[in-house]
């Protein structure tokens, strides 16, 4: 894949970002991890969702480091056979939650029929690599077990997230792959941390300006990674998989203005040349973050398009 970007960002992106710069948000590396969490919901919680579903549901689940918070989107369709995607929720494996991503995940729900299982992993730096990749595997474990509760087919779960839970995503996928667990059908990665960016021209032309900047990630990735041995593991960066064959189809998004742009797409075609289905879209003049820009006050025309690109392409895979 060859994803380029623009000539320059969107119009209503380029207001969003003069309107964060406006701010004067401080820079993550001022701030603690908790300031940083707590601004973080101020920016992306409202009171009132924008989509109501036949039911929304908080559950506790037993997880490897403790209780692990998840919560279900019904969306009301008929059937017990429906597929069900497991989303985990972006934040640089440092900031977000099911709250966060709650927009997403019901426009999520509402758009493809499907239940959504959203998981509240834990957070670095109080749960650094792999421990929230162990609690997505055990919230897999749960929606298998849970799928006749859920309406669902069991054998028919996607799991996807943004930015980092595309990743753990990702990894998890890789990690049943090698080490077994309940079957994965399918993998929704957003703009999808599976690789080393800063290696990228994407990095290079994308690092300051357009959200998510160089001294972001090299906060996210101190807080999660407490060795540089770890920063090498396959399962937190798939993309150094010698492997990737044998893996579930999927769908990979990414944005022209992000520096996460070129290592989405150079995964989506190593999965390609390892015989993997990949259904890849690039929105040239996007950022990071856009597909959670559904609603006011930024609410982009692109960011629908490529909500209903990953319906189309899990709908596909699924039927």
């Known amino acids: 894949m ?49 989509i109501e579903l036949a039911s929304v549901e908080d559950h506790t689940i037993d997880g490897p480091h403790g209780d692990l918070a998840v919560r279900s989107y019904d969306p009301g369709t008929e059937g017990d056979d429906r597929p069900l995607l497991l989303y985990f929720h972006g934040g640089g494996w440092v900031i977000g939650s099911i709250d966060t991503h709650d927009g997403v995940c019901r426009k999520l729900a ?71 667990g309940p079957e994965i059908a399918h993998q929704l990665l957003i703009y999808p941390s599976v690789g080393d960016a800063a290696a990228t021209e994407a990095y290079e032309a994308n690092k300051e300006g357009y959200f998510l900047t160089e001294s972001d990630m090299e906060w996210f990735r101190g807080h999660y990674f407490e060795t540089e041995i770890d920063m090498g593991n396959v399962y937190a960066f798939p993309l150094f998989a010698n492997d990737l064959s044998d893996l579930p189809p999927a769908t990979i998004i990414t944005a022209g203005f992000d520096p996460l742009r070129d290592v989405g797409a150079n995964y989506a075609d190593r999965l390609a040349d390892a015989g993997v289905s990949v259904e890849y879209h690039n929105y040239d003049d996007m950022i990071h973050g856009f597909f959670s820009m559904i609603s006011d006050p930024i609410d982009l025309d692109p960011a629908h398009e490529a909500h209903d690109a990953a319906v189309a392409n899990m709908d596909a895979t699924l039927e």
């Open 110 to 180: 509402d758009d493809t029929g499907y239940p959504v299982v959203s998981v509240d992993y834990g957070l670095a730096p109080e749960h650094p690599f792999p421990e929230g990749l162990q609690d997505c595997y055990a919230a897999l474990e749960w929606a298998a077990e849970q799928a006749d509760e859920l309406h669902a087919d069991p054998e028919k779960i996607v799991v996807g997230g943004d930015s980092a839970g595309g990743g753990l995503a990702a990894g998890l996928s890789l990690l049943v792959r090698d080490q077994g």
């Open 2 to 50: 060859t994803p380029s970007s623009a000539d320059e960002p969107h119009p209503d992106v380029q207001a969003f970002l003069e309107l964060y710069e406006s701010l004067d948000a401080p820079e993550f590396s001022e701030i603690t991890p908790e300031e940083a969490r707590r601004n973080f919901e101020e920016l992306r919680v409202t009171d009132e969702p924008d």
